[in-house]
């Protein structure tokens, strides 16, 4: 089945302790990207990838690492989270070109 | 920046009513997609317009476009209570391209049995 895989689903966590939330696709598609969404704010796209070892900042990424080694993963790093990234994470995915997203199920990520 | 804005943020209708959703964005676009949310869970993609077209139409949805007003809308027949959900847009910038989709806030859409 055609999917995109989030892990974990839910990550309660502490300020400053490192965490990484994994992204993994089996459709081979070149582009990936990573939005959070927050009441009100919709979606916001955080870092995006064109291909392996090509990433590009979104709209809010600071705060956030990201890696593209792999085609099929794409790991959202934080490497000293803050309760203000306390969020709902999407990972999505798409063939290179105008084909739609295919979104992940979220991580709800909680930092206190 | 927020590209997409829908209207309205809510609506709630009985099933078998019509459902319609608006969305306004700023700049010159090429494409206008349509996602819905069930609560929580990832988007899924409904529908893609491109900004030569006017209409399309996908089974009991119907998507308007409108670029000279920069708008679009969906327009969602015969409701069923199963389309309960949070419809975003998307737009696709001319000058950013498809790795910069923007998404709206949302229409949070009630349909009650």
């Known amino acids: 089945e055609a999917q995109v895989t989030q892990n974990p689903r839910y990550l309660i966590t502490v300020t400053g302790k490192k965490l990484t939330v994994t992204c993994s696709q089996n459709?081979?598609?070149?582009?990936m990207s990573w939005y959070r969404q927050d009441p009100g704010l919709g979606l916001r796209q955080i870092y995006y990838?064109?291909?392996?070892?090509?990433?590009d900042k979104g709209d809010v990424p600071e705060g956030y690492k990201v890696s593209r080694k792999e085609k099929r993963n794409f790991p959202l790093i934080l490497e000293s989270p803050s309760p203000n990234q306390t969020s709902l994470y999407f990972c999505?995915?798409?063939?290179?070109?105008?084909?739609?997203?295919?979104f992940g199920n979220g991580t709800r990520l909680t930092v206190t | 920046s927020q590209q997409g804005e829908e209207d309205p943020q809510a609506l709630s209708i009985q099933e078998g009513e019509n459902a319609t959703m608006n969305c306004s964005y700023k700049?010159?676009?090429?494409?206008l997609q349509w996602y819905r949310q069930n609560s929580g869970r990832g988007l899924v993609h409904l529908i893609l317009?491109?900004?030569?077209?006017r209409e399309k139409h996908s089974g009991r949805l119907r998507v308007t476009l409108d670029t000279s007003k920069k708008s679009s809308s969906l327009l969602i027949t015969a409701s069923r209570a199963a389309d309960t959900a949070s419809y975003f847009c998307?737009?696709?910038?001319?000058?950013?391209?498809?790795?910069?989709?923007?998404f709206g806030t949302g229409t949070r859409l009630l349909v009650s049995p």
């Open positions: 700049t010159s676009i090429n494409n």
């Open positions: 998307a737009t696709a910038a001319l000058n950013t391209g498809f790795q910069k989709l923007v």
């Open positions: 999505a995915s798409s063939q290179q070109g105008r084909s739609p997203l295919h």
């Open positions: 459709m081979n598609h070149e582009y």
């Open positions: 317009i491109r900004s030569n077209e």
């Open positions: 990838s064109m291909n392996v070892e090509v990433t």
